[in-house]
């Protein structure tokens, strides 16, 4: 099976700084695209920032200049920076991977991690 674990979520006061991190776990062949989603009470699922199958970054437009997505793919680990934190940014992040199970029989599927919380205080 495949897992994605996140943590380094938390209570911050805004104007703080938070990193995320989830680790990919399992029988891999590959990993495809690799990003951060996070889910506020009452609102729907978005994307924060992700690396997508050409290598590029996808940012948000709420988090341009404060968020910083990176990568290990050495350890299959993805990276949240968040830094300059506002209120608004409370949420459960989740982490989002497109996984090749190894062996390939199959394509790239999507896998969640369990979300870990983070709260910005005014």
């Known amino acids: 099976q495949v897992q994605l674990v996140e943590s380094g979520g938390g209570l911050v006061q805004a104007g703080g700084s938070l990193r995320l991190s989830c680790v990919i776990s399992?029988?891999?062949?590959?990993?495809?695209?690799m990003g951060w989603y996070r889910q506020a009470p009452g609102l729907q699922r978005e994307l924060v920032a992700a690396?997508?199958?050409?290598?590029?970054?996808l940012y948000t437009d709420s988090v341009k200049g404060r968020f910083t997505i990176s990568r290990d793919n050495a350890k299959n680990t993805v990276y949240l920076q968040m830094n300059s934190l506002k209120p608004e940014d409370t949420a459960v992040y989740y982490c989002?991977?497109?996984?090749?199970?190894?062996?390939?029989?199959?394509?790239?599927?999507?896998?969640w991690g369990q979300g870990t919380q983070v709260t910005v205080s005014s």
């Open positions: 989002n991977a497109e996984v090749q199970k190894d062996p390939p029989y199959s394509g790239f599927r999507p896998y």
């Open positions: 399992g029988r891999i062949f590959g990993i495809n695209a």
């Open positions: 690396f997508i199958s050409s290598g590029s970054t």
